[in-house]
């Protein structure tokens, strides 16, 4: 079982910068899927981008290719997500979240069947 807790969100303008980070506290020794999801204001919940913590296998969503960066640090224990070109379509509440997994290829950008969240951090890009 893991504790999550993001960081670093705000507001910026388009073709702004920022990097969210989650800490990560508990079991960190077994080897998961952690990853990012948002949430704007009525719309269903998306992943952005996850990784496999065995391997580090990184996985992003389209709109996220070339734009944002997953990372981790164990020492830190911390996950991040690098934004970069940020565009109003970007304006959401970002999660960090993790389940419990041995192949890289259960870190699906599906919500469903992640098991541990955060409360989440407001990202807000103004035009």
């Known amino acids: 079982q893991v504790q999550l807790m993001e960081s670093g969100g705000g507001s910026v303008q388009a073709g702004g910068s920022l990097r969210l980070a989650c800490a990560v506290s508990?079991?960190?020794?077994?080897?998961?899927?952690m990853g990012w999801f948002r949430q704007a204001p009525g719309k269903e919940r998306e992943g952005v981008a996850t990784?496999?913590?065995?391997?580090?296998?990184?996985y992003y969503s389209d709109s996220a290719k070339g734009r944002f960066t997953i990372s981790r640090d164990n020492a830190k224990q911390t996950l991040y997500l690098q934004m970069n070109n940020l565009q109003p379509e970007d304006n959401a509440t970002f999660f960090c979240?993790?389940?419990?997994?041995?192949?890289?290829?259960?870190?699906?950008?599906?919500?469903?069947?992640?098991?541990?969240w955060g409360q989440g951090t407001r990202v807000t890009v103004s035009s």
């Open positions: 979240a993790a389940k419990t997994s041995y192949w890289s290829g259960n870190c699906v950008m599906a919500p469903s069947g992640y098991s541990y």
């Open positions: 508990g079991d960190t020794k077994s080897s998961y899927c």
């Open positions: 990784i496999y913590t065995g391997g580090d296998d990184t």
